[in-house]
C-alpha cells in the first residue's frame, strides 16, 4: 500500500500550540521546598553538635549555631552563628570557623544521604546581639522613668492605671467563650 503525503496549499503555516500550563502549584515544588528544610535542619543540628561536642579549636569559643540555609540545588550552605563577646573574639571564631569548615562538612556527609554534600560557610548571625542590645536599651529606659518618677515623688503604678489593667482584665474573663450552645463544658478525653 502506497503511502499518500498530504500537500499543504501555498502559504500555510500551521498554529502551533502554547505550552505554558497555567500557574498553579505544583506538588513537586512543595516536596523540594519541604526537602530543603529538612536539610537545612540536619545541616543546623550536625555544625552544632561538631562545634559544641566535637571540635578542639581553642580559638573557638561561645559559639551558637542559630539557623542554616541550604542552596536550591544542595550544594552550598550558609550556617549562622552568634558569637558572644569582644569584637576580636568574635573575628578569631569565625577564623576558627572558617578553618573547621572542611571537618564539619565530613561530619555532615555522614549524616546526609544525598548525592552532593553541601559546601559549608559560616555567617555571623547579628541578630541575639540585637536582641540583647534591644533589651540593655529598654531595660536603661526604664530604670530612667523609675528615677524620674521617684524624683518627682509619684509611684509608677498610678490609681487610673490600676483601673484600666483591672477593666481590661475583667473584660478578658467574662468574654463569650465558643462553645455549645446548651451551655455545657466539653473536656478533652
Do not use: C
Request: aromatic letters at 4%; charged letters at 30%.
Amino acid at each position: 500500500m502506497a503511502s499518500r503525503e498530504r500537500k499543504r496549499p501555498e502559504g500555510f503555516k500551521p498554529k502551533l500550540r502554547s505550552l505554558t500550563l497555567p500557574a498553579r502549584p505544583d506538588k513537586q515544588s512543595k516536596m523540594k521546598s519541604h526537602r530543603l528544610a529538612r536539610v537545612s535542619e540536619v545541616v543546623r543540628e550536625t555544625a552544632a553538635i561538631a562545634i559544641l561536642f566535637e571540635l578542639k579549636d581553642p580559638r573557638v569559643k561561645n559559639v551558637t549555631v542559630t539557623r542554616a540555609e541550604v542552596s536550591g540545588d544542595l550544594q552550598h550552605a550558609k550556617v549562622f552563628v552568634s558569637v558572644m563577646g569582644t569584637e576580636k573574639e568574635q573575628q578569631l571564631t569565625m577564623h576558627g570557623l572558617k578553618s573547621a569548615a572542611g571537618f564539619i562538612q565530613t561530619r555532615l556527609a555522614s549524616q546526609l544521604t544525598t548525592r552532593y554534600v553541601p559546601h559549608v560557610t559560616f555567617v555571623v548571625d547579628e541578630g541575639v546581639k540585637k536582641s540583647v542590645e534591644i533589651a540593655r536599651m529598654i531595660r536603661e529606659e526604664s530604670d530612667r522613668i523609675a528615677a524620674d518618677h521617684a524624683a518627682n515623688g509619684t509611684s509608677l503604678d498610678s490609681d487610673a492605671d490600676a483601673d484600666t489593667d483591672a477593666d481590661v482584665s475583667d473584660e478578658i474573663e467574662h468574654a463569650e467563650q465558643p462553645g455549645p450552645a446548651d451551655g455545657s463544658v466539653e473536656r478533652p478525653v
